[in-house]
């Protein structure tokens, strides 16, 4: 199975839980540059669930859209798991959603530093009355593959949340 053909298996999968669920999802993404809202847009009837995606690239759009502390990018970075934490959140409480996803990082092949390099990706699942849940980890491949390899994980653990929600 293709990697396309997964993305667009488990946005199936998050779509049948956030419905049987009734709850709505947000989407805050920079590095993937709303290619998340893509794979979910694919699914038919993605209307009754999703509400919205914020594509935030720069550091600005962060703090404007998603209410991303200056202090947050100052000592943490654009890629950290607190930017990511902030931007999820920040999601959640600009939208009419119950649940966001947000992914930040370095997806190449310029941009990486020593401490963070290319394919650095932070993400971040949040959920009304839930804690909110962050991962960083390092993807390989060119752009492409460390953006493809965001959105499966963005989805698994958006499936996770949702079934987590469940079990509450």
């Not at 839980?17 to 998340?36: F, N, Q």
């Not at 404007?64 to 950290?80: D, F, N, P, W």
């Not at 931007?87 to 190449?108: F, K």
């Not at 492409?144 to 949340?161: D, K, P, T, Y």
Request: hydrophobic share 40%; charged share 20%.
């Amino acid at each position: 199975m293709s990697n396309d053909d997964l993305m667009t298996e488990l946005a199936q999968r998050a779509g049948r839980l956030l419905s049987d669920h009734k709850l709505l999802l947000v989407t805050a993404e920079s590095c993937t540059g709303g290619a998340l809202a893509e794979v979910i847009t694919r699914i038919p009837g993605s209307s009754g669930w999703f509400e919205r995606g914020y594509v935030a690239y720069a550091n600005d759009a962060k703090r404007e859209a998603l209410g991303v502390s200056g202090a947050t990018l100052e000592h943490y970075g654009a890629v950290s798991e607190e930017t990511a934490q902030a931007m999820a959140e920040g999601a959640l409480d600009r939208s009419h959603a119950q649940m966001s996803v947000a992914i930040t990082g370095i997806a190449g092949p310029e941009g990486g530093t020593p401490d963070r390099p290319v394919g650095t990706v932070c993400i971040a699942w949040a959920g009304k009355g839930q804690a909110t849940r962050t991962v960083r980890t390092i993807f390989h491949g060119d752009r492409l593959q460390v953006r493809r390899q965001s959105c499966l994980l963005a989805l698994q653990g958006l499936i996770e949340m949702v079934e987590s929600k469940s079990e509450m």
